[in-house]
C-alpha cells in the first residue's frame, strides 16, 4: 500500500473507509474527538504512541507503520488555519459561547497590560469548568498561563504551587540548583527591559525556592524557621510577579475547596499587588459556600468577576452530541439524555462513549440522527454507574494499573506506581513499560471523578492491601527522606488501618511541618498523631503538645494555646520532670505575656525559677530569670528587671551558654534605653554584637546593630547611626532576611535626613518602599511613607508631604502602629502648615500629642508642642504661643541631652521666633544654645563633606545664619578631627 503525500489526508480517507466516526476512532486510541480533528487537520502533531496506536487502528501494513508515524508526526499547516490563527480560531463547547465571551471581556484590559483581578468559576463536578478554562486559554495564546490545581490527598503546606515551580524547570535531569539558576537567570532577563528593579528581586529568590522544593536543603541556617518560611512566601508572589512584570500573565488555579491555607495567603500577598500588576487570578471552585467566602471581602481574595456554571440546556443537547459523535441526537434522544444527565457536560460524553463501546447507538435518516437502541433505559446510567461500566471494560492488566493509580492520586510519582506494581509481569521492565498504558489511560482518567470512580468500585480489603503496598513501597524507596514524605505515609497508613505506622508517621510530619512553620499542616498531622497516641503514654503527649501549643501561639490561637497549656501542665507534675515543668512554666509566661495578663505572666517565671533553683538547674534558671527581666521591662519596673538580668547573666556565664548570654545583654540594653541610660544601652548592644559574632550568629548581629543605630539616633548621633544601620542592612542581604532588611533600610533615612544627605535619604527612602511594597508589610511601608513625608517637606513640596503622611496614616491604621501614626500625624501636622491649612495642622498636631501621651511618651510629645505652638503664633495669638515657648523651654532644660525629641532644632527655632516677639534678650538666649547643639552635631562627622551637609541642612543653616548675624557664633567650618566610630 502506497502512502498518500499527506498523511493526515490519508488517515482521515481510511478511517472514513473503515465506517468509524471521529468518537469511535478516538475512543478506540485512547484520546478526545477534538484532539483527533486536530491530527487530521493538522493542526496538531501527535505523539509517537499515540501515531502507531492509529496506524494500528487503521490497519497500516507493519512495513510502513515507521513511514506512516514519520510523515503523521511532521505537522504541515492546514490552509483554512493558516490566515487567521488568532483568538478566535477555537471554538467554544456547546452551550458554552457566553461563558467564554464573559471570561474574554474579563480578560481583555490585559491585552492592553492592565490588572484585572481574580475571577471565580463555580460549579459542581463535571460541568465543564477546567473544559471552559481550557477553551479560553486556547482562544488567548498571547497570555502566559500558569496551570495548577490543588489534591485533596496530598495535604502539604503550598503544594499546588510547590508543583506549579516544578512545572517551569527545564531539565529535572540537571542538579535542582543549576535548573533554578537557568530559570531565574531567564526570568530576570526577560523582566529587565519592564522593570529593572524587580529584576534583582528574581535572582535573589533562588535559596527559596530551593527551599521550597528541597525542604531538607534549607535555604540559610542563619534564618529561623518562622522567616525561612515567610522567605519561601515571598519567593513565590515574586517569582508570579515577575512573570506578569514580562507579559499578561493568567494563573489558574483549579479545585480551590482543596487549597491549604499556606497557599490561600500567597495569594492574598499577590492580590496585594493585583491593582498595578497585568496579572489574572482565575480559580475553579465548587459550589461549597465556605470555600467562597475565600473570594469575598472577608477572605484572602477578593473576586471581581463571578460565573456560575449550570447544566447543558435542552436546546445545546443536538449541538453538544455532534460535537461528540459527528452528528445530532433525535430529539427524543435528546430529551431522555438531558433527563438523565441534567445536561451535565462530562455525564453526557461518557454514557455517549459506554453507549457507543456497548453498541447501544443506532442512526437513522440522511444525514444521520442518533438515538438510543428501544433495548437500553436510560433512567439507570448514573454517572458513577457510567464510570464503574466504563472502568469495568478495561482489560484486567490495565484495570490494576488504574486501581493502584486511584490510590495513589493523580500528582503521585511514576516511580512509585512502577515499583507497586512490580510484580506484574506487565511492568517488570520498570517505567519505560508503564509510559505507553499510562498514555491509554490519560483521557480517561483525566477527570478527578474518574479517580473517584476507581477508587470507589474496588472491595475495602483490596483498598486497604494496595494502601498498604504504596506505603511500604514508599519506605523503600525512600528510607533516607522519610519525613518529606510522612505526609503520604500517614495517608496510606490510615486506609491500610495500620494505626501504629500511621502514629508514627503522624508524629514526624507534624513534627516537620512545625519545625519550617507550615502551621496548618502542622496542626493536621500533630492533632491525628495525639488521637492516636495511647492515654498512659505522658511523655510523647507532651511531645506532641509543646509543638502543638507552639503553633496554637504563633496563630494566635489563643483558647486553644491555654487549653494545650492545661494539658502540658499536667502531664509535666505527672512525670515529675524538672526540666519539662520548667518549659511548661516558662511557656505558660509567655501566654499570659501574649494576652497581656503580665501579673500572671511574671508569677509562672517566678515559679520556674524556683523550680530550677530547687533541683540546681543553672542553665534553666538563666532562661528563667531573663524572662523574669523580659516582664520587668514590659511593665516599666526597670530596677527588678536590671537584677534579675544581673542575675541571669552571671548564671549564663558560668554555664557558658553564649547564647543566652547574648541575648542578656540585648535585653540590657533594651531596658537602659527605656531608662535614659543610652551610654549603658550603647555598650550592651556592643557586648551583644561581640558574643553574636562568637556564635557566628548574623542575624542577632544585625538586630543589635539596628539597636546600636537607633540608640544613636536618640542621642542625635546620626554618623554613628548610620554606620551601624549600614552595617546592618549588609548582614540582613547577606543572610536574606527579607524582613529585617526591609527595616532596616526605613531605619536609615532618619540618619540621612539628619546629616543634610538629602540625595541618599531619597533613594534610601525609595530602595525601603520598593521592598517593603513587594513584602506588602503596612507597618513598615507607614513608618517608611512618614519619613518620605519629612522628606518632601524639606524639598519644599508640602502637598506631596502631606500625600505621603495621609498614606502613612492609612497603613498605620492596617497594621495597628499606634507609634508611627503618632510621627505620621506630626509630619502631617508640618506639612499642612507649611500649605497655611492652620486648622488642619492644628488637628493633627493635638492627634499626634494625644497619642504620645496615651502610649506614655512625654518626650515624644515635644514635638507637636511646637507645631501648635506655630500654628498659634501663625494665627497671631501671641500669648497662647509663649505658653507653648515656656512649657517647651521649661522640658528642654530638663532634657539637655534632647534624647527622644524628633527635631530638636525646629523647637529651638519656634521658642526663638516667638520670644523675639516678648523677650528679645531670652530669644537671643534660646538662638545661641541652638547654635552650639548644631556645632556640636557637626564635630562630631568624620568628613569635611558630611560636616558641610549638616550645616547645609534647612533647619540648621537657618540657626548658624540667625546666629552669625547677631554675632552669636561662628558656623562650624574649621576642621575637626572625626570621632571614631564603633
Not at 496538531?44 to 504512541?49: G, I, K
Not at 460535537?323 to 435528546?334: E, M
Amino acid at each position: 500500500m502506497d502512502l498518500p503525500q499527506s498523511p493526515q489526508q490519508w488517515l482521515k480517507a481510511r478511517r472514513k473507509a473503515l465506517g468509524l466516526t471521529q468518537i469511535e476512532l478516538a475512543q478506540q486510541v485512547g484520546c478526545s474527538k477534538d484532539t483527533l480533528n486536530k491530527i487530521e487537520t493538522a493542526r496538531r502533531r501527535p505523539s509517537r504512541a499515540m501515531a502507531l496506536r492509529l496506524a494500528q487502528m487503521l490497519d497500516v501494513p507493519p512495513d510502513l507503520r515507521e513511514s506512516f508515524v514519520r510523515a503523521l508526526r511532521v505537522t504541515r499547516p492546514h490552509p483554512s488555519t493558516t490566515a487567521n490563527a488568532g483568538a478566535h480560531a477555537v471554538a467554544p463547547p456547546p452551550g458554552r459561547a457566553a461563558a467564554c465571551a464573559s471570561l474574554a471581556a474579563w480578560l481583555a484590559p490585559l491585552a492592553t497590560k492592565q490588572p484585572v483581578g481574580v475571577a471565580v468559576v463555580v460549579g459542581v463536578a463535571g460541568i465543564g469548568k477546567s473544559t471552559l478554562l481550557a477553551t479560553v486559554q486556547q482562544q488567548h495564546p498571547q497570555y502566559t498561563w500558569l496551570r495548577c490545581a490543588a489534591d485533596p490527598q496530598l495535604t502539604q503546606s503550598l503544594a499546588p504551587l510547590q508543583a506549579l515551580v516544578r512545572q517551569q524547570l527545564a531539565d529535572p535531569a540537571l542538579p535542582l540548583a543549576l535548573q533554578l539558576n537557568t530559570h531565574l537567570t531567564r526570568l530576570a532577563a526577560h523582566v529587565t527591559v519592564h522593570a529593572p528593579d524587580h529584576a534583582s528581586e528574581v535572582l535573589r529568590i533562588q535559596p527559596f525556592l530551593a527551599d521550597l522544593l528541597d525542604p531538607a536543603a534549607p535555604a540559610s541556617d542563619a534564618l529561623s524557621p518562622r522567616t525561612r518560611f515567610a522567605n519561601v512566601q515571598h519567593a513565590l508572589v515574586t517569582w508570579l510577579r515577575a512573570y506578569s512584570l514580562h507579559g499578561p500573565t493568567v494563573l489558574v488555579l483549579e479545585d480551590t475547596q482543596w487549597l491549604d491555607a499556606d497557599t490561600w495567603h500567597v495569594l492574598h500577598q499577590l492580590s496585594l499587588h493585583l491593582t498595578h500588576t497585568p496579572l489574572a487570578i482565575l480559580c475553579t471552585s465548587s459550589p461549597d459556600p465556605a470555600t467562597l467566602l475565600h473570594f469575598t471581602n472577608d477572605g484572602p481574595l477578593l473576586a471581581t468577576h463571578w460565573l456560575q456554571l449550570e447544566g447543558l440546556a435542552l436546546a445545546d443537547l443536538p449541538a453538544s452530541v455532534t460535537y461528540l459523535l459527528g452528528a445530532p441526537a433525535s430529539p427524543a434522544f435528546a430529551r431522555e439524555l438531558h433527563a438523565t444527565t441534567h445536561g451535565n457536560p462530562f455525564h453526557i460524553e461518557q454514557l455517549l462513549a459506554l453507549l457507543a463501546e456497548q453498541g447501544s447507538l443506532s442512526t437513522h435518516h440522511r444525514p444521520p440522527v442518533y438515538s438510543c437502541t428501544a433495548d437500553v433505559d436510560l433512567t439507570q446510567y448514573t454517572l458513577p454507574y457510567v464510570l464503574h461500566q466504563r472502568l469495568a471494560r478495561l482489560t484486567a492488566d490495565t484495570r490494576q494499573i488504574v486501581q493502584a493509580a486511584a490510590v495513589l492520586g493523580k500528582t503521585a510519582e511514576l516511580d512509585l506506581l512502577c515499583a507497586m506494581l512490580q510484580p506484574d509481569p506487565l511492568v517488570n521492565g520498570g517505567p519505560e513499560h508503564l509510559h505507553p498504558k499510562l498514555r491509554d489511560l490519560h483521557y480517561l482518567m483525566r477527570h478527578a471523578l474518574f479517580w473517584d470512580a476507581a477508587y470507589a468500585m474496588q472491595s475495602a480489603a483490596h483498598l486497604r492491601e494496595l494502601h498498604l503496598l504504596a506505603a511500604t513501597t514508599l519506605e523503600r524507596l525512600h528510607p533516607h527522606d522519610l519525613d518529606a514524605y510522612a505526609p503520604a505515609l500517614v495517608y496510606h497508613f490510615h486506609h491500610a488501618d495500620d494505626h501504629a505506622r500511621e502514629w508514627h508517621y503522624a508524629c514526624r510530619a507534624g513534627l516537620a511541618a512545625a519545625a519550617r512553620y507550615a502551621n496548618t499542616e502542622a496542626l493536621h498531622y500533630l492533632n491525628r498523631a495525639l488521637e492516636l497516641t495511647d492515654h498512659f503514654d505522658y511523655l510523647t503527649q507532651l511531645t506532641l503538645l509543646l509543638a502543638r501549643e507552639q503553633v496554637h501561639a504563633l496563630l494566635g490561637n489563643r483558647s486553644a494555646q491555654a487549653d494545650d497549656l492545661h494539658q502540658l501542665t499536667y502531664l509535666a507534675n505527672a512525670i515529675a520532670d524538672p526540666e519539662r515543668q520548667i518549659t511548661v512554666a516558662l511557656r505558660t509566661s509567655a501566654y499570659a505575656e501574649q494576652i497581656g495578663d503580665l501579673d500572671e505572666s511574671l508569677h509562672a517565671a517566678t515559679y520556674a525559677c524556683a523550680l530550677a533553683d530547687t533541683n540546681q538547674l543553672p542553665a534553666r534558671r538563666a532562661e528563667a530569670s531573663h524572662r523574669c527581666a523580659q516582664i520587668y521591662y514590659r511593665q516599666g519596673q526597670f530596677a527588678p528587671a536590671l537584677a534579675q538580668i544581673e542575675h541571669a547573666a552571671e548564671l549564663a556565664r558560668r554555664v557558658g551558654d553564649l547564647r543566652q548570654e547574648a541575648a542578656n545583654w540585648c535585653l540590657l540594653g533594651n531596658v537602659t534605653d527605656g531608662t535614659g541610660d543610652l551610654a549603658t544601652a550603647q555598650r550592651a548592644y556592643e557586648q551583644a554584637i561581640a558574643l553574636h559574632e562568637q556564635l557566628h550568629d548574623q542575624r542577632g548581629i544585625a538586630i543589635c546593630l539596628n539597636n546600636l543605630g537607633m540608640v544613636a539616633l536618640i542621642r542625635h548621633d546620626s554618623s554613628l547611626a548610620h554606620h551601624a544601620l549600614d552595617r546592618a542592612v549588609h548582614i540582613a542581604q547577606h543572610i536574606g532576611d527579607r524582613w529585617l532588611e526591609a527595616g532596616i533600610w526605613g531605619n536609615l533615612i532618619e540618619p540621612l535626613r539628619c546629616m543634610g544627605d538629602f540625595a541618599t535619604a531619597h533613594a534610601t527612602c525609595a530602595t525601603a518602599l520598593h521592598q517593603q511594597q513587594i513584602l506588602a508589610d503596612p507597618y513598615l511601608l507607614s513608618a517608611t511613607l512618614a519619613e518620605q513625608a519629612i522628606l518632601h517637606l524639606y524639598a519644599d513640596a508640602p502637598q506631596a508631604a502631606a500625600e505621603s503622611a495621609y498614606a502613612a496614616l492609612a497603613h498605620a491604621d492596617a497594621s495597628g502602629g499606634a507609634d508611627v501614626r503618632g510621627t505620621a500625624q506630626l509630619y502631617l501636622g508640618h506639612a499642612l502648615l507649611a500649605l497655611n491649612d492652620l486648622e488642619g495642622a492644628e488637628t493633627a498636631y493635638q492627634a499626634a500629642y494625644q497619642l504620645r501621651a496615651e502610649l506614655g511618651q512625654p518626650h515624644y510629645q515635644l514635638d507637636p508642642l511646637a507645631g501648635l505652638a506655630q500654628v498659634a503664633l501663625a494665627q497671631e495669638q501671641v500669648p497662647q504661643a509663649q505658653m507653648y515657648a515656656a512649657d517647651l523651654l521649661q522640658q528642654l532644660t530638663t532634657n539637655p541631652a534632647l534624647t527622644w525629641i524628633n527635631e530638636p532644632i525646629r523647637i529651638y527655632l519656634v521658642c526663638y521666633r516667638i520670644l523675639t516677639i516678648t523677650q528679645p534678650k531670652q530669644a537671643l538666649s534660646v538662638l545661641r544654645q541652638a547654635a552650639r547643639i548644631v556645632q556640636q552635631w557637626s564635630a562630631r562627622m568624620p568628613t569635611p563633606t558630611r560636616r558641610q551637609e549638616l550645616e547645609q541642612h534647612p533647619l540648621n543653616r537657618v540657626v548658624l545664619a540667625e546666629a552669625s548675624a547677631h554675632q552669636l557664633a561662628r558656623p562650624a567650618t574649621h576642621q575637626v578631627p572625626p570621632l571614631p566610630l564603633r
